[in-house]
């Protein structure tokens, strides 16, 4: 099964921008990149997805590295309503494989 | 759109007993998951389903059943609740455009704590 590492943990200053890396080194070539992001008592919600090129919404931007062995999801400027745990995870063919990790926890300092 | 909805927000089981929770959604997706998540965890999949009548299991299917008769309705039924099945409960859906290759939209949860 194809696994993501993370940081546990990372902290930023508003209003400064954020990357949020994400390392998939047994990514294989159909598998998609997403990352979605989780506030506090709250479900996870959609942040971006990609499956080669990097990838620009309203809410981040997410550069994939060229052998798409990690990603890089890009906060341009954090707000506190940033705070959240990030999830970066790879879309499988089969649900029984989907893989949700202990994602990245990321305080926003005033 | 109310997006997706779940029923109750919290509910506490003495082991052994059973419940439902109830999952709608309302922007006709046809895939459609329960998730798990245990306190400073990520979340796990337990059962899935591609449209009505058609369901699957997860990761951590045990204890657990499903169905799903509607397009909108997914509920998930616990039988004999023990403890190792405090949790928060999350419902998700999403448009059936290949597994996972799009966007899921989830619920706000369920905290269940069964003593």
């Known amino acids: 099964d194809a696994k993501t590492t993370q940081p546990n943990s990372m902290e930023s200053n508003e209003e400064e921008p954020v990357h949020l890396p994400c390392n998939h080194s047994?990514?294989?070539?159909?598998?998609?990149i997403h990352w979605y992001r989780q506030l506090p008592s709250q479900g996870p919600e959609y942040v971006i997805h990609?499956?080669?090129s990097n990838v620009n919404n309203r809410m981040a931007s997410l550069a994939i590295a060229e052998d798409r062995k990690s990603s890089t999801l890009i906060l341009h400027r954090a707000t506190l309503r940033d705070a959240a745990v990030y999830y970066c995870?790879?879309?499988?063919?089969?649900?029984?494989?989907?893989?949700f990790g202990p994602g990245t926890s990321l305080s926003v300092i005033p | 759109n109310a997006g997706v909805t779940q029923t109750p927000k919290f509910r506490i089981l003495k082991i052994g007993q059973s419940m439902t929770l109830q999952c709608t959604q309302d922007?006709?997706?046809?895939?459609m998951y329960w998730y798990r998540q245990d306190p400073g965890m990520g979340l796990k999949l337990i059962y899935y389903?591609?449209?009505?009548?058609?369901?699957d299991k997860g990761e951590v299917p045990n204890g657990y059943n499903v169905s799903r008769s509607t397009t909108e309705d997914f509920p998930l039924r616990l039988e004999l609740a023990a403890p190792s099945q405090t949790s928060v409960y999350f419902c998700?859906?999403?448009?059936?455009?290949?597994?996972?290759?799009?966007?899921?939209?989830f619920g706000p949860g369920t905290r269940l704590t069964v003593t």
């Open positions: 998700a859906s999403s448009v059936a455009m290949g597994l996972f290759s799009y966007e899921q939209y």
């Open positions: 047994t990514i294989s070539g159909t598998d998609y």
């Open positions: 990609g499956l080669t």
């Open positions: 995870i790879l879309g499988r063919t089969s649900y029984d494989k989907v893989i």
């Open positions: 922007m006709n997706h046809n895939y």
């Open positions: 389903s591609v449209g009505a009548g058609i369901t």
